[in-house]
């Protein structure tokens, strides 16, 4: 989805739907006036893309006016496309808009030179306290982008927006009874898919981001091939059934554990994994702040409401039902989330609502000094019971035994089903389904056209043999033209029209060309002096990928990311000068159909990877 359709400022959101009012959006807006703006992931299109939009919309208005027709007036945008152009959008398979930098302008420039006069000043007449107010700001600004780093509270409110302004054009019980209006029908279903795109994108932009910041290196997961075993090893077994435990259990252990050994600590990785485990506990802190309400009677009617709840629950052993019907969703999360932020009286109860109240480089001071007190309750609390529980052992171990098959997992293993189905390979298999059908619907346009001779089918019914394409047409070599990463098939040297899927400017043993993936494998076009495929592989024959940062030398000279891929007869090939590394890392584990693992690395004292 283009990222313009997600930028539109969100004018109101109705408070009789539960939303929040314009004076609140804009105490949003002012308390996120002190963020430096990293979290606008997406920026508008490049002047390249801006000025080719430019030209047809201009294009298409002349034609218009002068009611000229052509062949593909009928077509849509997405269908001139086609499948693979709708991938140019999705910023998992091109994050170079979460990388790009924020245009220079001349009024937030003197309002931060001020800023940076003011700051001195108050650092001349009182050091100390500049000194500590600047360490505690620095902190609190790393801090607040950990939880969602990849998305802003913009986006947050055009969600709420969206989602406001179809409850409005919903029909209403009474009035669905009454008749039937295809127009409001067709209004609903608009806001819906309007809906599903931004949800679509921002689960893209998770990717995007979880992807190049967190994936450096992975492997292919081995796939054994473990024949049925005969009837009669069903019948003849040992005393202890080892043969059918190791059957059961050998395809699901040591090929999918790392085999690296301990490594020595490493600050950056570190960080790394404190990130990770910031956005992935964000559901769990307001389930746990809410239950500390409960346990702790804070309010005495909620509290035995809940008791009173959960015990008929638990007599008629409806819990997991209970839970799936009445857990809150995303929605309703978000917007009390935003409620909350703007309520001063109200107790945030996650941590990107403490961000949100207080802003994103004064919130660490205020949170400090209200939680300072419960912090020290709670760990009261919890050294009594752990002194408990060492001096009644045998008591504590029977409280634990009933109470862990009481706690839900139906979360959990949504979750662990959810990560178990890769975001780019779902969106790779709906390219490549989309590939096959116009395939099909080009085949049989043409022997519509001429049923005499299945010119079609007696093509590719001939055995191709494997061609190495020398050409004498050279490329541009500039390296500013980035839009030529995406370009159809026709224009490709493959033997098949619709093999290529997208191709990388490089560089590979000191010449220039294109990293091409595609539908079976890899191969390396050299551009100049002519064009010539160096090598090809297939997807089977990779075992590991691993991003490399190059030396000093080529930070200065070209492009330092890089791109190594190990095959499995233990050959390297590394890929240097890449603009969309991570970009062709992504589409390499989407369309290999194969499944991979992720690694931890091991750093060096020259390269970082």
Same mark, same amino acid.
């Given at each position: 989805?283009?990222?313009?359709?997600?930028?539109?400022?969100?004018?109101?959101?109705?408070?009789?739907?539960?939303?929040?009012?314009?004076?609140?959006?804009?105490?949003?807006?002012?308390?996120?006036?002190?963020?430096?703006?990293?979290?606008?992931?997406?920026?508008?299109?490049?002047?390249?893309?801006?000025?080719?939009?430019?030209?047809?919309?201009?294009?298409?208005?002349?034609?218009?006016?002068?009611?000229?027709?052509?062949?593909?007036?009928?077509?849509?945008?997405?269908?001139?496309?086609?499948?693979?152009?709708?991938?140019?959008? $999705?910023?998992?398979?091109?994050?170079?808009?979460?990388?790009?930098?924020?245009?220079?302008?001349?009024?937030?420039?003197?309002?931060?030179?001020?800023?940076?006069?003011?700051?001195?000043?108050?650092?001349?007449?009182?050091?100390?306290?500049?000194?500590?107010?600047?360490?505690?700001?620095?902190?609190?600004?790393?801090?607040?982008?950990?939880?969602?780093?990849?998305?802003?509270?913009?986006?947050?409110?055009?969600?709420?927006?969206?989602?406001?302004?179809?409850?409005?054009?919903?029909?209403?019980?009474?009035?669905?009874?009454?008749?039937?209006?295809?127009?409001?029908?067709?209004?609903?279903?608009?806001?819906?898919?309007?809906?599903?795109?931004?949800?679509?994108?921002?689960?893209?932009?998770?990717?995007?981001?979880?992807?190049?910041?967190?994936?450096?290196?992975?492997?292919?997961?081995?796939?054994?091939?473990?024949?049925?075993?005969?009837?009669?090893?069903?019948?003849?077994?040992?005393?202890?059934?080892?043969?059918?435990?190791?059957?059961?259990?050998?395809?699901? @252990?040591?090929?999918? #554990?790392?085999?690296?050994?301990?490594?020595?600590?490493?600050?950056?990785?570190?960080?790394?994994?404190?990130? *990770?485990?910031?956005?992935?506990?964000?559901?769990?802190?307001?389930?746990?702040?809410?239950?500390?309400?409960?346990?702790?009677?804070?309010?005495?009617?909620?509290?035995?409401?809940?008791?009173?709840?959960?015990?008929?629950?638990?007599?008629?052993? /409806?819990?997991?039902?209970?839970? $799936?019907?009445?857990?809150?969703?995303?929605?309703?999360?978000?917007?009390?989330?935003?409620?909350?932020?703007?309520?001063?009286?109200?107790?945030?109860?996650?941590?990107?609502?403490?961000?949100?109240?207080?802003?994103?480089?004064?919130?660490?001071?205020?949170?400090?000094?209200?939680?300072?007190?419960?912090?020290?309750?709670?760990?009261?609390?919890?050294?009594?019971?752990?002194?408990?529980?060492?001096?009644?052992?045998?008591?504590?171990?029977?409280?634990?035994?009933?109470?862990?098959?009481?706690?839900?997992?139906?979360?959990?293993?949504?979750?662990?089903?959810?990560?178990?189905?890769?975001?780019?390979?779902?969106?790779?298999?709906?390219?490549?389904?989309?590939?096959?059908?116009?395939?099909?619907?080009?085949?049989?346009?043409?022997?519509?056209?001429?049923?005499?001779?299945?010119?079609?089918?007696?093509?590719?019914?001939?055995?191709?043999?494997?061609? *190495? #394409?020398?050409?004498?047409?050279?490329?541009?070599?500039?390296?500013?033209?980035?839009?030529?990463?995406?370009?159809?098939?026709?224009?490709?040297?493959?033997?098949?029209?619709?093999?290529?899927?997208?191709?990388?400017?490089?560089?590979?043993?000191?010449?220039?060309?294109?990293?091409?993936?595609?539908?079976?494998?890899?191969?390396?076009?050299?551009?100049?002096?002519?064009?010539?495929?160096?090598?090809? /592989?297939?997807?089977?024959?990779?075992?590991?990928?691993?991003?490399?940062?190059?030396?000093?030398?080529?930070?200065?000279?070209?492009?330092?990311?890089?791109?190594?891929?190990?095959?499995?007869?233990?050959?390297?090939?590394?890929?240097?000068?890449?603009?969309?590394?991570?970009?062709?890392? $992504?589409?390499?584990?989407?369309? @290999?159909?194969?499944?991979?693992?992720?690694?931890?690395?091991?750093?060096?004292?020259?390269?970082?990877?």
């Amino acid at each position: 989805m283009p990222a313009q359709e997600l930028t539109t400022p969100a004018t109101s959101i109705s408070q009789s739907q539960g939303g929040i009012n314009e004076d609140q959006r804009s105490s949003i807006r002012e308390k996120g006036s002190s963020d430096d703006g990293s979290i606008d992931k997406m920026p508008g299109p490049s002047k390249r893309k801006s000025l080719s939009g430019l030209t047809n919309r201009t294009k298409a208005k002349t034609k218009k006016i002068l009611k000229i027709k052509g062949a593909n007036d009928g077509r849509s945008e997405s269908e001139e496309e086609g499948p693979l152009g709708m991938l140019e959008h $999705n910023p998992a398979f091109n994050s170079s808009d979460l990388r790009k930098r924020r245009r220079f302008r001349p009024g937030k420039t003197v309002g931060k030179a001020l800023g940076t006069v003011h700051t001195i000043g108050n650092a001349v007449v009182h050091p100390k306290d500049a000194l500590k107010q600047g360490a505690t700001r620095t902190t609190a600004g790393q801090l607040s982008k950990a939880e969602r780093p990849y998305l802003s509270r913009k986006s947050d409110l055009e969600l709420l927006q969206a989602h406001d302004d179809l409850q409005q054009v919903e029909p209403t019980g009474s009035s669905k009874q009454v008749k039937y209006d295809e127009e409001q029908d067709t209004l609903v279903a608009s806001h819906k898919d309007r809906i599903k795109e931004m949800e679509a994108h921002r689960e893209s932009l998770r990717v995007a981001w979880t992807t190049s910041r967190h994936v450096r290196r992975v492997r292919v997961v081995p796939k054994r091939h473990i024949n049925f075993p005969e009837n009669d090893f069903f019948v003849e077994r040992d005393d202890g059934g080892n043969f059918n435990i190791l059957y059961y259990t050998q395809d699901f @252990s040591a090929q999918y #554990v790392d085999d690296f050994d301990e490594l020595p600590f490493d600050i950056d990785t570190s960080k790394h994994y404190v990130e *990770r485990l910031v956005m992935a506990s964000a559901p769990w802190q307001s389930w746990a702040m809410n239950v500390r309400a409960v346990y702790r009677w804070e309010d005495p009617k909620v509290t035995g409401k809940w008791f009173a709840l959960y015990l008929f629950i638990w007599y008629t052993e /409806h819990m997991m039902g209970f839970l $799936n019907r009445y857990a809150p969703t995303s929605v309703e999360s978000l917007r009390e989330s935003m409620r909350k932020a703007v309520d001063s009286r109200g107790t945030a109860s996650r941590f990107g609502e403490l961000i949100d109240k207080y802003g994103r480089n004064d919130w660490l001071e205020p949170v400090v000094d209200h939680l300072g007190p419960y912090i020290q309750l709670q760990l009261g609390d919890m050294a009594n019971m752990l002194e408990v529980f060492s001096k009644r052992v045998v008591l504590s171990l029977l409280a634990y035994l009933k109470l862990v098959p009481e706690i839900p997992v139906s979360g959990i293993a949504l979750q662990v089903g959810a990560m178990g189905y890769p975001y780019t390979r779902r969106q790779a298999q709906i390219t490549r389904e989309e590939l096959i059908k116009r395939k099909v619907e080009e085949g049989n346009s043409r022997e519509l056209a001429n049923p005499a001779v299945d010119r079609y089918t007696s093509r590719m019914m001939k055995t191709v043999p494997k061609i *190495r #394409v020398e050409n004498s047409e050279s490329e541009e070599t500039d390296t500013d033209n980035d839009d030529e990463g995406w370009y159809s098939a026709s224009s490709t040297t493959s033997i098949l029209e619709v093999s290529d899927k997208r191709s990388f400017r490089a560089h590979y043993a000191g010449t220039i060309g294109r990293l091409v993936v595609f539908s079976k494998g890899i191969r390396y076009v050299r551009s100049v002096p002519t064009k010539k495929e160096l090598w090809r /592989h297939d997807f089977l024959e990779l075992a590991e990928m691993r991003k490399v940062e190059g030396s000093a030398m080529s930070k200065v000279v070209s492009s330092p990311d890089q791109l190594e891929i190990k095959l499995t007869d233990e050959s390297k090939l590394r890929i240097e000068g890449m603009k969309e590394r991570d970009e062709a890392f $992504n589409t390499i584990i989407a369309f @290999s159909s194969l499944q991979w693992q992720s690694l931890q690395i091991k750093k060096d004292r020259n390269q970082q990877a």
